[in-house]
């Protein structure tokens, strides 16, 4: 792992916390984690880290660390509004189910335009109906 990739892992655990000690407060819940204890928690590997954490789907390589979609934000929307206000790149994965965050995690730092993820899950699918050999 790069300098670069552990600089990024530590921009995300302070977005995690930043984010999730707002998505807490709405909720109604307290928020008792710190940076460090997500740091210590996200194991990259060679190229970076992609994964779900509390709901939320996160990206760190050598270049950028994001949020890229929360499955349990308090309301439609409330992840895209809390990066509009912390200046954080408004990346959008479509939610296409767990096929799809596979093959997101599989091919992390590869970004793809929708279209070639949608094909490279609609072919998952087919394999795995054993429609392809």
Do not use: C
Request: aromatic share 8%; glycine share 8%.
């Amino acid at each position: 792992m790069t300098s670069a990739t552990k600089t990024n892992i530590k921009k995300l655990a302070t977005k995690l916390v930043s984010y999730l000690t707002e998505r807490a407060r709405v909720e109604g819940v307290p928020m008792e984690l710190d940076a460090e204890w997500f740091r210590r928690h996200i194991h990259p590997n060679a190229t970076g880290y992609a994964g779900l954490v509390f709901g939320i789907h996160i990206h760190a390589d050598a270049d950028t660390s994001f949020l890229i979609r929360d499955e349990q934000e308090p309301r439609p929307g409330f992840l895209e509004d809390w990066k509009k206000r912390h200046g954080d790149p408004a990346v959008f994965i479509p939610d296409l189910g767990p096929k799809g965050d596979a093959l997101f995690t599989a091919h992390v730092g590869q970004w793809m335009r929708r279209e070639d993820m949608e094909l490279m899950l609609a072919a998952a699918r087919a394999d795995d109906a054993g429609m392809l050999n």
